[in-house]
């Protein structure tokens, strides 16, 4: 079914999306709703246009796929399924998700994937294509971030503060060398071969939706950054 | 270091004439303080690992011990007192942040003693609860301003989500984690018995209480451990902490110590990882960033529930209260710089943040003055300590109030305020499974279904004896309330009047 967004109210919207039957839904004309498939699972979610604020909030198993930008806290608290953007997201994208992926074609606003974490089987993935703002990864808990730099010419597709007070997780970063400035948290490292096995299902998923070849792509160079255990979060503390 | 030797706060008094050497005061302490000596077949103490919670005492069969407090003292100083001695030393020592727990203990002054309730005498009598109606009864959630209409005339049923409680007291936010499973299950069936509610704290919900849902509140913290979509839909209400009381502005950890099995199913997180809660919520900078939150949450539940924002009370309370009542919240909670913590920085604890007392007049009279105080309930709590408390609370402003420490004094909690080393003698704030059993969540329901009944036996003899009978004539009644020995300031903040005016 299609619903047409034009300039609908984000609560009639969603109430309409959720009262409707079909598994597959086209939301056409989007200008900016807010709260599009927040908590729903088991639908398919096409949206045209620009999505607004915490799309796919609480997200449970649905697949929701963007052809336009998305705005701040895109799958803020996600528990799993996937949400794809031909285009570029805000900031706190992914924001404590927990479980599912997010695939990015272009760039992420500041804070990106801030304290995702992982549990049992669930490994939450947000893929950005293209570079993030500054704080991404901040707190990070578990799970995966990947940034591929695309259009950035080989530096380090990042800005400031980038993993800031990690203490679980991973974030690989394409580029040519090493990301400068980073906080005492956070180790880095020349990507591995099991660190390129483990990129690899999800670049093919980012290539399988927005072109390019991810075998090529996997080989590239790649930097992985990863809780430094000698600096944890533990601050020292006396009992009083 | 011989410097660093601090002489035990606590000693153990044994007598030797009623001690029959049962080991029974050895098994009960988690902390080791007792041992049985081979040699003299006699029982010995190493009270430096006291911490006073009476557990030894209380289950010795023959009365033969005491705890009492040292009086081995420094050189007399009213500025650098023993405390003040004591603290340096344990930081010189170890270069570490002075942690503490339980609210803070500082003797500041306690408006709720400064306040005096009226009574009606000759004209508007006083009302008997026992032979008269008296509601107790209360529903938080937004109030209509008016009442809409369709073209035939019929009221348009467009009533915001209500949350009714029986008695105006619920049971305030202590995550699993903080305190043990059989805890958490004492105060969901007491809120059940009682017709009212408990809150998971940020820890998420415990599979085997999703048959208390309709009792409870599910919190949405800046971890969001243990968030999605059956936790928020499990819950009757859904609070975010914004803050708590005892710690304003700061996040929590759990150290990974504490996240067994059970308590990592819960959160979902990993068993042995830390949990951290950041400070703030990292989507969260401004009313707007809020407000988003709160509608996320009410989408992701087809606004069927209210959404509660609970906020630390500090120094511009009524204007951040504005705020929240402006972003669609359906309840404000305030909570006071006396509130309980698990864990919570010795100087953030006992320095940061103001008493519930004069945050909730000020929030009361600030939404008042700006024509929204029907947009919101509020909820009190930091430190309400019985049915007087509670009383003036609402008569200051509140909708209801939320209690915690009371709760778990009710479940046998000494208040030795050593709740962050885990090894809480009497099974609250502790993970550790032989200590867990010690509290037997039967016993522990009963008490608080007791405690809070009396409350509310209490509180309907107070009101009846100010000739009121509803909740609704009391809250907001200042007239209702007298100072005594405050300045006129302070009588301005609380909006009462002196006693004898």
């Known amino acids: 079914m299609v619903i047409q967004a034009n300039l609908t109210h984000f609560k009639t919207l969603n109430e ?15 200008t900016g709703q807010r709260y599009i498939a927040s908590g729903m699972s088991g639908r398919r979610i096409t949206v045209h246009g620009t999505p607004g604020n915490a799309l796919g909030a609480y997200l449970d198993g649905c ?14 608290t996600m528990n799993s399924g996937e949400i794809i953007i031909h285009g570029s997201c805000g900031d706190a994208t992914g924001y404590g998700m927990r479980g599912g992926r997010i695939l990015v074609e272009g760039d992420c606003g500041y804070r990106g994937g801030i304290h995702m974490k992982a549990y049992e089987g669930q490994l939450p993935v947000l893929v950005i294509g293209g570079q993030a703002g500054s704080f991404l990864g901040e707190y990070l808990a578990g799970g995966l971030i990947i940034v591929l730099g695309r259009g950035v010419g080989g530096l380090p597709p990042v800005s400031y503060f980038c993993g800031t007070g990690m203490h679980g997780g991973k974030i690989v970063l394409r580029c040519d060398e090493a990301p400068q400035g980073l906080p005492r948290q956070v180790l880095v490292s020349e990507a591995t071969a099991a660190d390129r096995a483990e990129l690899l299902p999800h670049l093919e998923a980012y290539c399988r939706r927005f072109g390019g070849d991810a075998q090529a792509l996997a080989a590239e160079r790649y930097f992985v950054l990863t809780p430094n255990p000698e600096a944890g979060y533990k601050q020292l503390y006396t009992f009083n | 270091m011989p410097i660093d030797f601090l002489y035990p706060e606590y000693e153990v008094i044994r007598n030797p004439g009623r001690c029959i050497s049962c080991r029974i005061c050895e098994r009960q302490c988690a902390n080791g303080v007792h041992l049985f000596d081979d040699k003299t077949k006699k029982m010995t103490a190493d009270e430096s690992k006291c911490v006073c919670c009476h557990r030894c005492v209380s289950l010795c069969p023959t009365r033969a011990l005491k705890i009492v407090k040292t009086d081995h003292a420094f050189k007399e100083n009213a500025n650098w007192t023993g405390k003040a001695i004591t603290e340096i030393y344990r930081q010189a020592g170890t270069g570490g942040m002075l942690l503490s727990s339980m609210g803070n203990p500082e003797p500041q002054p306690i408006y709720w003693d400064k306040i005096l309730i009226n009574a009606s005498q000759v004209t508007n009598p006083p009302i008997d609860p026992l032979r008269e109606p ?63 509610y408990y809150n998971t704290g940020e820890g998420g919900l415990h599979k085997d209480f999703y048959g208390y849902g309709p009792h409870t509140i599910v919190q ?40 067994g099995p059970d308590i990592s199913k819960t959160r979902m997180i990993p068993e042995g990882t830390d949990a951290i809660s950041p400070a703030p919520h990292h989507d969260i900078y401004s009313i707007e960033d809020l407000r988003q939150l709160v509608y996320s949450l009410k989408e992701a539940t087809g606004y069927q529930k209210p959404v509660f924002v609970k906020i630390a009370a500090v120094h511009n309370v009524a204007a951040i209260a504005s705020g929240v009542a402006r972003s669609g919240a359906d309840v404000i909670c305030i909570d ?122 209490e509180l309907k003899e107070m009101m009846g004896g100010m000739g009121i009978n509803s909740i609704e004539a009391l809250r907001g009644n200042r007239l209702m309330l007298r100072g005594l020995g405050l300045t006129q300031k302070e009588l301005d903040i609380l909006g009462i009047k002196h006693a004898g005016e």
């Open chain 2, 220 to 259: 949405v913290a800046s971890g969001r451990f243990g968030v999605y979509k059956e936790y928020l839909e499990a819950g009757a209400a859904i609070e975010i902490k914004m803050g708590q009381g005892a710690k304003p502005g700061i996040g929590g950890h759990l150290p990974g110590l504490k996240v």
């Open chain 2, 336 to 457: 006071g710089y006396r509130g309980g913590t698990g864990a919570a920085p010795t100087r953030i604890r006992d320095n940061v943040g103001i008493p519930v007392e004069l945050a909730l007049a000020a929030v009361d009279q600030r939404l008042r003055d700006e024509g929204i105080r029907g947009q919101v309930s509020i909820v009190a709590g930091g430190s309400i300590r019985n049915s007087a408390d509670l009383l003036k609370a609402i008569a200051l402003g509140a909708d209801a109030c939320y209690i915690a420490t009371a709760a778990l004094l009710a479940l046998g909690c000494h208040l030795c305020r050593t709740c962050q080393a885990g090894k809480c003698n009497w099974g609250i704030a502790t993970q550790r499974p032989d200590l867990v059993e010690r509290l037997d969540p039967e016993t522990g329901y009963q008490r608080l279904v007791n405690l809070v009944t009396a409350w509310d036996h």
């Open chain 1, 63 to 76: 697949t929701i796929e963007v052809f336009g930008n998305a705005q701040d806290a895109t799958g803020d």
């Open chain 2, 134 to 196: 008296m509601e107790t009864r209360t529903f938080l959630g937004k109030k209509p301003g008016h009442i809409e209409r369709d073209a035939q005339g019929n009221i348009v049923p467009n009533l915001s989500p209500q949350l009714a409680l029986d008695v105006p007291v619920m049971f305030s936010a202590m995550s699993y984690g903080s305190i043990s499973y059989n805890s958490h299950a004492a105060l969901a069936r007491a809120a059940a018995a009682l017709g009212t």
């Open chain 1, 16 to 30: 309409q999306i959720r009262a409707c039957p079909d598994a597959d839904i086209t939301v056409g004309c989007c």
